[in-house]
């Protein structure tokens, strides 16, 4: 096994991680638990291949194939890889994850057109919820909530209270950059404390190694630093571009992925600007303008 290999981590009796290194654009966390009767899975994978090695981990740990998988949010690194599950499972989301997946489509095809991501079509979830919902797999109980606008509009938690592990989606990128324009900065820093309230000791981010609840220490001190950012660059007549082109980002300059950083000054200035939260975006200008942190180069999948 290469180090970028992905790896299964046993997190409590039933629970598993799966962490796909090094978690950078299209290479996400999925997670799955039950046991040799039922299994449930958190999250699927970007490309067709990435999504059969899923599976594969899956029947290497002695569980059948889930009966659900539950999609964290739309984005396709999460959820291209639906299809390899079906038909034995339902996929299961937030009523805006359906439609945001719907009306994304193939998405990832159109921001990386030369990716391999094999056989893939859009499978949005058949069953939905708005606030929460409680599923059993099993005796096991998980919950399944919804923080509010945050990453996306669709954001799913994925709460196992028996065994002390959440399952943040992307609400959490662990050693990488927070990506906020299709969701909300006051809705991240709240999901924050959706998630600290639930008190699990054990955090699989959306990316990124599993970790602790100091990560949600950390993810908000990133949040308040765009705050600040995006005030005192907008009290100056500055683009969010210049913005981040200035910024001193300290301890967070080493994080993955830190060409976000201007796709968070738009929707930061966007909040300023007294949009609602959620507001669609230019995508070909948030886009762009990331490329323009990257020196003119498009950012990579590296699925």
Known sequence: MSVADPYVVPLAPQVHAYVQPDGGWCLNNAGFLG????????????????????????????????????????????????????PEARIVGHANCRSEQLAAGRQLHLLWPRTDFGAVEVEPPTLTYSERLTLYVGELEVRVLHPGPAHTTGDSIVHVP???????GDLVFHGGTPFLPMGSLSGSLRALDVLRSLDAP????GHGPV??????????RYLHRVAELARDGRAKGATPLETARR??????AAWR????????????????????EGSPLDPAVVFGDMAAMNGGVPVACHA
């Open 35 to 86: 046991d040799a009767r039922e299994s449930l899975l958190v999250d699927t994978a970007a490309t067709e291949r990435r999504a059969r090695l899923l599976r594969e981990a899956v029947l290497a740990e002695g569980l059948p194939l889930p009966r659900t998988v539950v999609s964290t949010h739309h984005h396709g690194d999460h959820t291209y890889g639906n299809g390899v599950f079906l």
């Open 162 to 168: 028996e065994r002390g592990v959440v399952f943040t």
């Open 202 to 205: 054990t955090v699989v981010p």
């Open 211 to 220: 970790t602790d609840p100091s990560v949600y220490d950390t993810t908000e």
């Open 247 to 252: 910024a001193d980002l300290g301890e967070f």
């Open 257 to 276: 992925e830190s060409e976000r950083l201007v796709a968070n000054l738009h929707r930061a200035y966007a909040e300023l600007d007294g949009l609602p």
